[in-house]
């Protein structure tokens, strides 16, 4: 039989990734999207997997422990400092258009000649879905933090493998096209300077709010175990 810990944790590992298969496929999304419009669809959609997140790592937490390697308090280290290009990546994403990947907004607007983060990665959410999960993978090596943390560390790697696929299909010649205006678009204009420091800011500080509520919705607080 499943322990208690582990019959928790499978259940919100399998709500989790069920609710990124089946939601966002045919016919389920396209319903949705008809009903909720696509910004509500978007917004509930995060919330939703923002919740089924917390409840997994909450799962994790509680799972039997299994060591797999020793930590030791330098570990910490590695999530705090990558935590923040992660804070920035997704204060500099979110929010803006990007045909190319997943969770875009308003992507009728986007400029492939002022493509803002898109220049350096096409896939901003699943870059910094990436550092997140592998920089606490460090500090974490029991059984279950190793499976949650790696899982969607491979999670988004495929992840941007396979939209490369479906964009480069839906779009099909126009592809090469916007790819190559989009790396060889300027870097920062003078008068995006204020719009790029505001989200610096906030990326910023959306560091320090994790920070200070990483023990309430993790449970551990990774300054004090230094």
């Known amino acids: 039989m499943i322990a208690g810990g582990w019959f928790n944790y499978i259940a919100a590992f399998a709500v989790f990734f069920l609710s990124h298969m089946v939601l966002v496929r045919p016919p389920v999304r396209p319903w949705l999207v008809h009903h909720l419009t696509q910004h ?11 919740v089924i997140l917390w409840w997994l790592i909450k799962a994790a937490k509680t799972a039997p422990y299994v060591a797999l390697w020793t930590y030791a308090p330098w570990q910490n280290w590695v999530p705090i400092l990558l935590m923040l290009p992660v804070c920035l990546i997704l204060s500099f994403g979110l929010g803006r258009p990007n045909p190319l990947s997943f969770g ?18 096409r896939h901003p959410i699943l870059a910094a879905l990436f550092l997140w999960s592998a920089s606490h993978l ?6 279950a933090h190793v499976l949650l943390f790696g899982s969607f560390a491979l999670f988004s790697i495929l992840g941007m493998k396979l939209i490369d696929r479906r964009r480069q299909r839906e779009l099909g010649d126009r592809w090469q096209g916007i790819v190559a205006t989009i790396r060889s678009a300027p870097g920062l204009a003078p008068a995006q300077i204020p719009a790029f420091l505001a989200r610096f800011i906030a990326g910023l500080g959306l560091y320090a709010v994790l920070a200070a509520l990483h023990p309430w919705f993790a449970g551990v607080d990774p300054l004090a175990a230094l």
């Open 104 to 121: 875009g907004w308003q992507n009728d607007r986007f400029d492939p000649h002022k493509p803002g983060l898109v220049k350096w990665m």
């Open 40 to 50: 509500g669809f978007t917004l509930a959609y995060s919330a939703l997997s923002v």
């Open 138 to 143: 460090v500090p974490n090596g029991d059984l």
